[in-house]
């Protein structure tokens, strides 16, 4: 018996169910009856909020009284907030229930610091949406749905990927042609996103004829929406977003609710205690047209604009540069002040640090990123000595950089030319920098060196303006440079030479062979005196105590002292005095004693021969 009451029992439940869903009865009293104690609140009252309230924009370029926080939400009833709906001017029903209420209640406990960022933002994006719906002639509350996607983030991103303002899928963006891409996405874009949101809002409502199954379509997507008027039966045409209530997911469920109090609070937050935090300098824009490629440092930098206000003004841009070219040109937006200020310097932008960011577009194997972290003379290590040493290669191979590093601070002047460079023997990076009148970080950043260390007969690519009669002489006087420093050296063998030949000489030799060496024994005294003659080293960017010494072949100390420094701060364009060599006149007088002994043995010799002959 037991079991038979509760069959008929669930069999009874079955059939009224049953008749419900095919006879929805009265909407209207659906409307304002309906309840549901198991709301799920969007992404846009927890995430999207918290990131628009610590946003750059918030935290610098707006003020508020407070009122929310030093005032209480008064207690409002029931009819209130039905008159108050009521009122409003709109084309779309707004009715009221259990449900609306518990959002509006939510705006107004938990959500009154973000209420009143959202009044102050809309004083910015109202305007776009207005005209956006305005163009397509649609309901102007419909104003009111990036309240409820994004919290009027423009850089909100769901769970599922829809991204902007509107909460664009990527799919359904670029269907309504919107671009999205790495350095792209035009769902983040306010004027272009609101017009095509406007697109797709009149087609649904094309597709349905009611505001309420277009909004719940928007959410969803008219699948999700038809699939729910299936299962509720009866005419399709006579159903509207409350009849289908129970046969969406829960998350379209507080769609259309939640639009309502969202129309609702954006009129009546006064009634709550709400002030709107206000900017403290006028949001007037304008547009800029963009052919180039151009980073958003290169205009924060020369406009002197915030990087962040670029941001929050151009979400669309993904990555702070906006790809620019003679086929596609990209809207700048900008504050009404700088656009022109924009138009008149843009031959200044476009060439600020261009290096830095220019697009690379040739690559050869074996090349790697420019490691800028290390600047030239800033660790001895790094620094050429002027001899290349053997394992100076080997380690350019070792130290692949483990991420791409910033590319050089250099700028580049329009009207530089390109050269190829072809390393001399004992010639350092810096002697090329000299002569090509550019910066050490130039020359490695152009290729693509990680270290200061390069090799004789290797290429190097260089940008330089100094022209060729210039160049020429610079090179010359770099040659002669280094053949000076390498002159102790040669001097050594050269004061060798003579005690060689004299021991090998043979009596046939004439007296021009003599007059040879006593040129090349003054040849040597002189280099080897003005080797022990004080010099003045002028600092070039980049260099060191450390490569200055081992340069001039003495020690960091020995410069210390000789120029009264107490540390190794150096600046470049200042002149060091750097001291003699240590032991250069003693090596001067020790070869010079050493040639004359091998000429008074040499000396001796010949005349015993000729005394036994």
Same mark, same amino acid.
């Given at each position: 018996?037991?079991?038979? %009451?509760?069959?008929?029992?669930?069999?009874?439940?079955?059939?009224?169910?049953?008749?419900?869903?095919?006879?929805?009865?009265?909407?209207?009293? %659906?409307?304002?009856?309906?309840?549901?104690?198991? &709301?799920?609140?969007? !992404?846009?009252?927890?995430?999207?909020?918290? +990131?628009?309230? !610590? #946003?750059?924009?918030? @935290?610098?370029?707006?003020?508020?009284?407070?009122?929310?926080?030093?005032?209480?939400?008064?207690?409002?009833?029931?009819?209130?907030?039905?008159?108050?709906?009521?009122?409003?001017?709109?084309?779309?029903?707004?009715?009221?229930?259990? $449900?609306?209420?518990?959002?509006?209640?939510?705006?107004?406990?938990?959500?009154?610091?973000?209420?009143?960022?959202?009044?102050?933002?809309?004083?910015?994006?109202?305007?776009?949406? !207005?005209?956006?719906?305005?163009?397509?002639?649609?309901?102007?509350?419909?104003?009111?749905?990036?309240?409820?996607?994004?919290?009027?983030?423009?850089?909100?991103?769901?769970?599922?990927?829809?991204?902007?303002?509107?909460?664009?899928?990527?799919?359904?963006?670029?269907?309504?042609?919107?671009?999205?891409?790495?350095?792209?996405?035009?769902?983040?874009?306010?004027?272009?996103?609101?017009?095509?949101?406007?697109?797709?809002?009149?087609?649904?409502?094309?597709?349905?004829?009611?505001?309420?199954?277009?909004?719940?379509?928007?959410?969803?997507?008219?699948?999700?929406?038809?699939?729910?008027?299936?299962?509720?039966?009866?005419?399709?045409?006579?159903?509207?977003?409350?009849?289908?209530?129970?046969?969406?997911?829960?998350?379209?469920?507080?769609?259309?609710?939640?639009?309502?109090?969202?129309?609702?609070?954006?009129?009546?937050? =006064?009634?709550?205690? $709400?002030?709107?935090?206000?900017?403290?300098?006028?949001?007037?824009?304008?547009?800029?047209?963009?052919?180039?490629?151009?980073?958003?440092?290169?205009?924060?930098?020369?406009?002197?604009?915030?990087?962040?206000?670029?941001?929050?003004?151009?979400?669309?841009?993904?990555?702070?540069?906006?790809?620019?070219?003679?086929?596609?040109?990209?809207?700048?937006?900008?504050?009404?002040?700088?656009?022109?200020?924009?138009?008149?310097?843009?031959?200044?932008?476009?060439?600020?640090?261009?290096?830095?960011?220019?697009?690379?577009?040739?690559?050869?194997?074996?090349?790697?990123?420019?490691?800028?972290?290390?600047?030239?003379?800033?660790?001895?290590?790094?620094?050429?000595?002027?001899?290349?040493?053997?394992?100076?290669?080997?380690?350019?191979?070792?130290?692949?950089?483990?991420?791409?590093?910033? @590319?050089?601070?250099?700028?580049?002047?329009?009207?530089?030319?390109?050269?190829?460079?072809?390393?001399?023997? *004992? !010639?350092?990076?810096?002697? &090329?920098?000299?002569?090509?009148?550019?910066?050490?970080?130039? &020359?490695?950043?152009?290729?693509?060196?990680?270290? *200061?260390?390069?090799?004789?007969?290797? +290429?190097?690519?260089?940008?330089?303006?100094?022209?060729?009669?210039?160049?020429?002489?610079?090179?010359?006087?770099?040659?002669?440079?280094?053949?000076?420093? #390498?002159?102790?050296?040669? *001097?050594?063998?050269?004061?060798?030479?003579?005690?060689?030949?004299?021991?090998?000489?043979?009596?046939?030799?004439?007296?021009?062979?003599?007059?040879? =060496?006593?040129?090349?024994?003054?040849?040597?005294?002189?280099?080897?005196?003005?080797?022990?003659?004080?010099?003045?080293?002028?600092? +070039?960017?980049?260099?060191?105590?450390?490569?200055?010494?081992?340069?001039?072949?003495?020690?960091?100390?020995? %410069?210390?002292?000789?120029?009264?420094?107490?540390?190794?701060?150096?600046?470049?364009?200042?002149?060091? +005095?750097?001291?003699?060599?240590?032991?250069?006149?003693?090596?001067?007088?020790?070869?010079?004693?050493?040639?004359?002994?091998?000429?008074?043995?040499?000396?001796?010799?010949?005349?015993?021969?000729?005394?036994?002959?």
């Amino acid at each position: 018996m037991k079991k038979r %009451l509760i069959y008929i029992a669930l069999s009874l439940t079955s059939v009224g169910f049953s008749g419900f869903a095919k006879q929805p009865a009265n909407v209207l009293d %659906l409307k304002e009856s309906i309840t549901d104690n198991s &709301i799920i609140y969007p !992404e846009s009252f927890e995430v999207d909020a918290q +990131k628009m309230l !610590e #946003s750059w924009y918030m @935290r610098n370029y707006t003020d508020t009284d407070e009122r929310y926080r030093t005032s209480t939400n008064p207690n409002t009833s029931d009819e209130m907030m039905r008159q108050r709906l009521a009122d409003l001017h709109t084309v779309i029903d707004m009715p009221y229930n259990q $449900i609306v209420r518990s959002y509006i209640d939510r705006y107004m406990e938990k959500g009154r610091p973000m209420v009143a960022s959202l009044l102050g933002l809309s004083i910015y994006y109202m305007p776009i949406f !207005e005209q956006a719906l305005e163009a397509e002639q649609l309901p102007q509350e419909l104003k009111y749905l990036p309240v409820i996607e994004s919290a009027l983030n423009p850089n909100a991103v769901s769970r599922s990927g829809a991204g902007g303002l509107w909460q664009f899928m990527p799919a359904s963006a670029k269907g309504y042609g919107l671009e999205v891409s790495s350095l792209v996405d035009e769902r983040r874009d306010p004027y272009k996103s609101s017009r095509m949101a406007c697109k797709l809002l009149h087609d649904l409502y094309d597709t349905y004829g009611d505001w309420s199954l277009a909004i719940a379509a928007y959410n969803c997507g008219p699948g999700n929406v038809n699939k729910a008027i299936r299962r509720a039966g009866g005419d399709p045409k006579k159903h509207d977003f409350w009849s289908i209530y129970s046969y969406l997911s829960p998350e379209t469920r507080g769609y259309v609710p939640m639009f309502i109090a969202a129309n609702y609070v954006m009129n009546y937050y =006064k009634e709550h205690n $709400i002030s709107p935090v206000l900017p403290t300098r006028p949001l007037v824009t304008d547009t800029v047209g963009i052919s180039s490629r151009v980073h958003f440092d290169q205009i924060s930098k020369v406009l002197d604009i915030p990087k962040e206000e670029l941001r929050i003004l151009n979400p669309q841009f993904r990555a702070d540069i906006i790809p620019g070219s003679a086929q596609h040109q990209y809207m700048l937006i900008l504050p009404s002040q700088q656009a022109q200020a924009y138009i008149m310097s843009e031959p200044e932008i476009l060439a600020y640090e261009a290096a830095k960011y220019a697009r690379r577009v040739n690559a050869a194997p074996g090349d790697l990123y420019v490691d800028e972290t290390i600047e030239a003379g800033d660790d001895p290590l790094l620094a050429s000595s002027g001899s290349n040493a053997g394992d100076d290669e080997e380690a350019v191979e070792d130290d692949l950089p483990s991420a791409p590093p910033a @590319r050089t601070n250099s700028s580049m002047n329009p009207s530089a030319r390109t050269v190829t460079h072809t390393v001399a023997p *004992n !010639e350092t990076i810096n002697d &090329i920098a000299e002569r090509y009148r550019v910066k050490v970080a130039d &020359i490695r950043s152009w290729n693509s060196l990680r270290r *200061n260390a390069v090799r004789p007969g290797q +290429k190097l690519r260089i940008e330089t303006t100094v022209a060729d009669a210039q160049l020429a002489a610079n090179t010359k006087s770099s040659a002669q440079s280094r053949q000076v420093q #390498s002159a102790p050296n040669n *001097n050594s063998q050269a004061a060798a030479a003579p005690s060689s030949a004299s021991r090998q000489q043979k009596k046939a030799e004439t007296a021009s062979s003599s007059s040879t =060496k006593k040129n090349t024994r003054q040849q040597t005294a002189r280099q080897t005196q003005k080797a022990a003659t004080p010099v003045n080293h002028e600092i +070039k960017s980049g260099e060191s105590l450390s490569v200055i010494a081992r340069k001039h072949g003495v020690t960091v100390e020995e %410069l210390k002292r000789a120029n009264n420094l107490k540390s190794d701060n150096i600046r470049a364009g200042e002149t060091l +005095k750097v001291p003699a060599k240590k032991g250069a006149s003693a090596s001067s007088s020790s070869k010079s004693s050493a040639s004359k002994s091998s000429k008074s043995k040499s000396s001796k010799k010949s005349s015993s021969k000729r005394k036994r002959r």
